[in-house]
């Protein structure tokens, strides 16, 4: 589509001058069959619920609208105000429609007119596809951040990519992994708006040529390029009942018209097309992999296509206003970096500073390295990202030059600060020498950035002292860390409304938008009649739970029994297998009788596997073989039951984390950056098994040790033990694990599957373990011992549990995002806006 885009001169007047939009049941009402019968044009015979949620979705967005528009204008008061943009590949945004409700504040009018015309929210609720633009902890965080920066009114734009297919949805067939395409835009989205009006235009391929520019300076131009579209889609994004609306601009990719045309005119049709696909193809698929997907070539040019057209439409934007004029740009603008994903924006930002508005080096990076920020999510070495130097110099020349002459510079740099040490400018170069050269993105990003941070205490420690060891020596004040949080509007409010009815009834409602006034319960802990709603909402919530679980697994969980939960990416640092010899123990005390004092649990374990790891699949067969040997053992009955939940997503958490009793979060201590399905359970009144790892440590020290099952070896234990771990020397020394370990090897679980889990069991049992999985076991059974014990006094369980509400204040990204502005952003807040 093309836009004429010369603005009219015509006056506005009409344009300004709307009444603003009715938010009782009656407006609500009105528009609702509007929309279902003029817009949609659906009548009496084409009552799709489906119609029925787009009508109501039409409505809200309207109200979205207007406020969107006056945030837009505030924000453009005075020249502009300076402004962060939150650079990310992935934003896990799940449904919008009760997000909406709750932050417009029309939940009460919007029930009441869809009960007068014989509705619920809930069935139109379920119409909408989740959002799945994200893997899971980085991409969901992204979205937790906006919703928090708009809360807090703060002037962030989130930049990211309109994937067509989102994260997979998984199936389970015969207890293996099936992936499925996510076409979730199959039907459209009614909640962005396309604005091809700020389409920008990407390069990538051709060649670089050096000239003489007029003051007699090198220039350099990017020719024969092969073009491709960035059309922006704009999603609001609702602050909570404060009439803010921020935005996240997302791209898609298109293909320019002239580039058909060259290949059409050489007579190669076919070549045409697939040129056209390969334009197209750029932002059809999020890539599934939560830890690396190193040297796919397609992931390069998403990356870099989110670089260039964010910055681009930054840099237009400035232009608009300020000319070629950038002595104020570093003042007024700062890009967050979400992980290395983004980074190749180091580079374009110094490319069009220098090759499209004619600034020289110095002024160029003076710019570029007071706007960047980078956040790293990982302490996986092997989830570093590199990229090949030869995949750079093929698709992105330009930018390879440049991030040469950065290395060169900061090479010097390095000499300088430590004369002679050759080593160390090797260790530090951005680019890595060996059979192929690669170019280090996280290096990129911390010598182009004025912050380097990690997500967790502990993260951000051990980044300092063993992954970035030399860039802390040389920058230490680069260095901080921002331990993440979760939105409690999502996390609490909206998912769980029974606890969230109560509370705010002890309380006041205060702790929506300052999560710590959740302090204020902590009394309550020690009254019987709190306590016993207490568990009457959490027993509500479970039944919720178990009959999701009954649909979607075919298992039956009792309600009374305690809920023992892990749901997060299927990966080996995780350790589901950690967990699933704690079940397999438990199974095993049943058949030898050892039940005396007995606490009946359900576990539920969920989540995805990258589709190339195969460690990580096999475990899920793993669990769905022990969950069909146990399940269907009528001497275990009610006393354990284990059930593998598909297709773990956003929507599937907001049912879950209410439910859940106990929240497993036993990663090896030192590998979990920072972990946020733990800060949800933890508001919603789960209590944490859990090692000394990522945010698990800043939990433990808000709720204190009493409430809180700690086991296993810590991050620095976990180092030293690595080098002589003899884990077949501890299963002979201890009888119940032996047991375990015989069961499995026995093929108890794989009767007709002849060693199929052999790989597990051998990584298990060697000495090369990264996960250590077998030296934390002992301690692992005797938490969940004390655990199971715990549960048995349903009052102390319901104070343990109160109490993590309670203190779950800090879990916040309301919090988070604050020390982000106060630290990095420097943002100003807006004033609060007269339409709320
Ligand atoms: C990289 C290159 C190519 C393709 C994919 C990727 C890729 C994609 C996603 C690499 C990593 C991710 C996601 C990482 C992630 O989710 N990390 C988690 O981030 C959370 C938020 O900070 C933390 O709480 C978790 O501890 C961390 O594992």
């Not at 002239?258 to 049709?269: I, R, T």
């Not at 999985?773 to 969940?784: C, G, V, Y």
Request: with cysteine.
């Amino acid at each position: 589509m093309t836009i004429q885009t010369v603005e009219r001169s015509t006056p506005a007047s009409w344009l300004t001058e709307l009444p603003p939009l009715g938010m009782d049941a009656k407006s609500i009402a009105a528009d609702f069959r509007h929309y279902f019968s003029h817009t949609l044009g659906r009548d009496r015979h084409t009552k799709y619920t489906y119609y029925m949620y787009e009508a109501l979705v039409l409505t809200l967005r309207d109200r979205l609208w207007e406020r969107w528009k006056n945030t837009r204008y505030a924000y453009e008061a005075d020249g502009g105000v300076r402004r962060a943009y939150y650079l990310s590949l992935e934003f896990l945004m799940g449904r919008a429609l009760g997000n909406a409700m709750l932050n417009l504040g029309v939940s009460e009018p919007v029930n009441k007119a869809l009960y007068d015309m014989g509705l619920t929210l809930e069935e139109l609720a379920e119409c909408e596809n989740d959002a799945g633009l994200g893997n899971g902890g980085l991409g969901r965080l992204a979205a937790c951040f906006m919703d928090s920066c708009a809360t807090l009114r703060l002037p962030v734009i989130g930049y990211g990519l309109r994937y067509a297919y989102g994260m997979f949805r998984q199936r389970i067939e015969n207890g293996y992994q099936v992936e499925e395409p996510d076409h979730w835009l199959r039907s459209g989205t009614l909640w962005d708006l396309e604005r091809p009006e700020y389409t920008q235009r990407i390069k990538f391929g051709g060649r670089t040529e050096g000239f003489m520019k007029a003051n007699g300076d090198m220039g350099w131009r990017w020719l024969d390029t092969h073009d491709v579209l960035a059309v922006p889609y704009d999603f609001p994004i609702p602050g909570y009942q404060n009439g803010t609306v921020n935005t996240l601009r997302l791209w898609s990719s298109a293909a320019t018209d002239e580039f058909d045309l060259e290949d059409f005119n050489a007579g190669s049709y076919t070549d045409a097309v697939g040129a056209k696909n390969l334009a197209e193809n750029i932002t059809m698929v999020l890539y599934p992999n939560d830890a690396t997907e190193s040297g796919k070539e397609l992931r390069l040019r998403q990356q870099y296509f989110l670089a260039s057209a964010s910055l681009q439409d930054v840099i237009r934007q400035w232009v608009r206003v300020h000319g070629e004029d950038f002595s104020q740009f570093a003042a007024k603008n700062c890009f967050q970096l979400n992980d290395t994903h983004p980074t190749i924006a180091v580079a374009e930002l110094m490319r069009l500073l220098m090759d499209e508005h004619d600034l020289g080096w110095d002024a160029a990076w003076s710019i570029t390295s007071k706007v960047m920020a980078y956040t790293n999510h990982t302490l996986l070495p092997e989830a570093l990202e590199r990229w090949p130097v030869r995949l750079f110099r093929q698709l992105l020349p330009r930018l390879l030059d440049i991030i040469y002459e950065i290395n060169a510079r900061f090479l010097a740099e390095v000499a300088s600060h430590w004369p002679g040490d050759i080593d160390r400018q090797g260790r530090m170069s951005l680019i890595e020498e060996g059979y192929e050269q690669q170019v280090r993105m996280a290096y990129l990003a911390i010598v182009g950035s004025i912050s380097v941070n990690g997500v967790a205490a502990l993260h951000s420690e051990l980044l300092q002292q063993g992954l970035f060891r030399d860039f802390y020596e040389l920058w230490p004040e680069k260095f901080n860390n921002k331990t993440n949080g979760v939105t409690q509007r999502r996390w609490m409010a909206s998912c769980n409304p029974g606890m969230s009815a109560l509370i705010t009834e002890a309380i006041g409602p205060g702790w929506i938008t300052k999560l710590d006034e959740l302090r204020k319960l902590a009394p309550h802990a020690d009254d019987p009649k709190f306590r016993a709603r207490w568990r009457e909402i959490k027993q509500d919530n479970k039944v919720r739970l178990a009959s999701l679980i009954e649909a979607d697994c075919g298992v039956v969980f009792n309600p009374k029994a305690m809920f023992d939960v892990q749901v997060k990416r299927m990966h080996e640092y995780k350790r589901q297998l950690l967990n699933l010899l704690h079940v397999i123990h438990l199974y095993d005390r049943i058949k030898r009788g050892d039940t005396a004092n007995w606490t009946p649990r359900c576990v539920l374990i969920g989540g995805k596997a990258a589709p190339g790891y195969y460690m990580a699949k096999q475990i899920i067969k793993l669990t769905n073989n022990i969950a069909k040997v146990i399940n269907n053992d009528p001497e275990v009955g009610d006393k354990l039951k284990l059930a593998f939940l598909p297709n773990y997503r956003v929507t599937a958490m907001e049912i879950i984390c209410p439910g859940t009793d106990l929240s497993e979060q036993i990663s090896t201590a030192g590998k979990e950056a920072s972990g946020t399905g733990n800060m949800k359970f933890m508001m919603n009144g789960a209590v944490t098994i859990g090692t000394l790892d990522g945010a698990n440590i800043e939990i433990r020290e808000e709720v204190g040790d009493e409430n809180f099952f700690l086991f296993g070896l810590t991050a620095r234990q976990v180092e030293e033990r690595r080098r002589d771990y003899n884990p077949v020397a501890i299963i002979n020394a201890d009888a119940d694990i032996a047991r375990i370990m015989h069961l499995l090897e026995s093929g108890h679980f794989n009767q007709f599957e002849k060693g199929i889990f052999d790989p597990i069991l051998h990584s298990l049992t060697s000495p090369h373990d990264p996960w250590l999985t077998i030296a934390d076991l002992r301690s692992f059974i005797e938490a969940q011992q004390q655990a199971s014990l715990a549960y048995q006094d349903q009052e102390k369980w319901a104070r343990m549990s109160i109490l993590n509400t309670a203190f779950s204040g800090k879990f916040s990204t309301d919090r988070t995002m604050q020390e982000y502005n106060a630290e990095i952003w420097k943002l100003q807040a807006l004033p609060e806006m007269p339409m709320a």
